[in-house]
């Protein structure tokens, strides 16, 4: 069994950063890709950028250039390092991986329990 905690999370002007960490913890055999995700009031969740153990990165469109996910895997955590924050970048933020547990055949997915990020002036 794993379990992922999320921090960093806060209210932030336009303009601003933030960084969000999440670290998994528990009877872990391997943790594969992680990500971020959020959800906006009234909207879907929507994938933020996500990270596989190997390293590589892919973000959304909205993004781009703005956010950073990276990760240490020793620490069995991920970052998302948020800049030039916006209005619209307001959301829960949620940490997801891809996680295999020790005495388990298969990897399953975990979620953490989702930080509030406010971007407002």
């Known amino acids: 069994q794993g379990q992922l905690v999320e921090s960093g999370g806060g209210l932030v002007q336009p303009g601003g950063s933030l960084r969000l960490s999440c670290a998994a913890s528990?009877?872990?055999?391997?943790?594969?890709?992680m990500g971020w995700y959020r959800q906006a009031p009234g909207k879907q969740r929507e994938l933020v950028a996500a990270i596989t153990s190997g390293g590589s990165t892919n973000y959304a469109d909205s993004v781009k250039g703005r956010f950073t996910i990276s990760r240490d895997n020793a620490k069995n955590t991920v970052y998302l390092q948020m800049n030039s924050l916006k209005p619209e970048d307001t959301a829960v933020y949620y940490c997801n991986a891809d996680l295999q547990s020790y005495g388990s055949s298969w990897s399953y997915d975990y979620w953490g329990q989702g930080t509030q990020v406010t971007v407002s002036s």
């Open positions: 528990g009877s872990i055999f391997s943790i594969y890709a």
